[in-house]
């Protein structure tokens, strides 16, 4: 069967980088036997949905799309598979990402789709293609997958996918992922990047932690699995023999999770003389570093993290469920400076039941260590989080479902029904 991946449109060409989950469903596909996978990226192009289908058809077609849907992408991705079923009626449409994950049947009879995938889609995807071919008899016994009988969306019997051995799993295609294609959309306003050609990659999958703002929760079980140190400096080493890379995005969740692991990687970086830039963007966790982590951090090339620490409030932390010591921050924002590591600070403002007082100490937390860049965000209910349900009323079912309907149509708080 002939498969096209796709990622919706982010509608602006600010950091965009190759979708790696997208990769992966693409290895996974090819190691299973589906060798014909071909991608479009909207969101490096700007299509709009129609431009999508267009492209499609201009590269001949295919039997089955599978498109990533993310939170803000639900309206791109249900007029493409509008547009999609009337020019191509014979292709079937699967979705799969957090924001099917989170919200389920709620999201596919908003998007209608042919099929969704919960969970980690990798593992799935393959079986389901497996299924078409008539090689898996039954749709239930596809782990993760939701599909109609009479109309109705059904779960299989294992109800989420799950990739259990991260380690011996291939590396995205990078092939057609194609990283040429997005280096000069990678940059940094605050932060510059010391290399020219930089690609992101994952060492490890899940988060352990209980932020009630977070949604990684619901995708990846809050399980941690790691890649091997040794499997880890090889793709490393494969991207800059292949395309030249200088420089490495590490976008894990956790990278310094398990401390002894992620100094095993950086000691090999250095022994393997990579002489390569890296940064950690999506946040590490600050209590999860020692001064022998952060020398090998500089010493194997980094330069930059991020930290993730929401609010300068002890009162906030707890509500949040941050689990963090704030009394530690700026010591360990010194030990970075004394490594010549920069360090952004990541803060959020208007949490559920936060005072003008308590945004007050965040400012004040904030301007008092010593921070190379601060980033502040609003506040924002993701599907699939504590704060989600709690805002949105899942208690009471009818209720919830209206909102979420609102909620999927205009992107925001509008009309919700509270008690």
């Known amino acids: 069967m002939k498969i096209c991946l796709v990622r919706p449109s982010f509608g602006s060409y600010f950091q965009i980088t190759p979708p790696l989950s997208l990769g992966y469903l693409s290895s996974s596909l090819k190691s299973n036997g589906c060798g014909d996978v071909g991608l479009i990226d909207s969101s490096l192009y700007k299509y709009s949905p129609r431009q999508t289908v267009e492209e ?48 389920q ?66 590396f995205p295609d990078w092939e057609l992922l194609q990283p040429n294609n997005y280096f000069k959309y990678m940059q940094s306003v605050s932060m510059p990047l010391r290399g020219k050609r930089p690609v992101p990659i994952l060492t490890s999958k899940g988060c352990p932690y209980q932020c009630t703002f977070c949604c990684s929760g619901a995708t990846n079980r809050r399980i941690m699995r790691y890649r091997s140190p040794e499997n880890v400096i090889d793709e490393i080493q494969f991207l800059k023999n292949k395309y030249g890379v200088d420089e490495i995005f590490f ?74 010591n704030l009394e530690t921050v700026k010591g360990k924002v010194e030990l970075f400076h004394k490594y010549k590591i920069k360090v952004s600070g990541f803060f959020m403002t208007g949490t559920l039941g936060e005072t003008l007082s308590e945004a007050n100490d965040t400012l004040k937390f904030a301007l008092a260590v010593p921070f190379d860049r601060i980033q502040v965000c609003n506040f924002v209910p993701y599907p699939g989080s504590q704060d989600f349900e709690t805002i949105f009323n899942s208690k009471n079912r009818k209720k919830y479902e209206a909102n979420v309907f609102l909620f999927q149509k205009f992107g925001k708080f509008r009309n919700f029904q509270r008690s």
Not at 70 to 86: A, C, H, P, V
Not at 90 to 96: A, E, L, N, T, Y
Not at 146 to 168: C, I, Q, S, T
């Open 56 to 103: 499609l058809l201009m590269t001949g077609g295919a039997d089955v799309v599978g498109i990533q849907v993310y939170t803000g992408s639900q309206n791109w991705t249900k007029e493409f598979i509008e547009i999609l079923r009337k020019n191509c009626p014979k292709v079937i449409s699967v979705v799969g990402g957090s924001h099917i994950t989170a919200l």
């Open 105 to 170: 049947q709620l999201a596919l009879d908003y998007i209608n789709p042919d099929f969704g995938i919960l969970g980690e889609g990798e593992e799935s995807l393959a079986k389901l293609v497996k299924f078409f071919e008539g090689k898996i008899t039954d749709e239930k016994n596809v782990n993760g997958l939701m599909y109609r009988v009479k109309g109705k969306w059904r779960n299989a019997v294992e109800k989420y996918g799950f990739v259990k051995d991260v380690n011996n799993a291939p």
């Open 251 to 324: 976008s894990d969740d956790n990278l310094t999770m398990d401390i002894e692991r992620a100094k095993k990687i950086f000691s090999l970086m250095i022994e393997n003389k990579l002489n390569i830039h890296w940064r950690a963007p999506n946040g590490i966790r600050i209590d999860k570093i020692d001064e022998e982590l952060v020398e090998k951090m500089t010493g194997s090339g980094g330069y930059y993290v991020g930290v993730g620490i929401e609010s300068g409030n002890d009162e906030v932390i707890k509500r949040i469920k941050k689990n963090i």
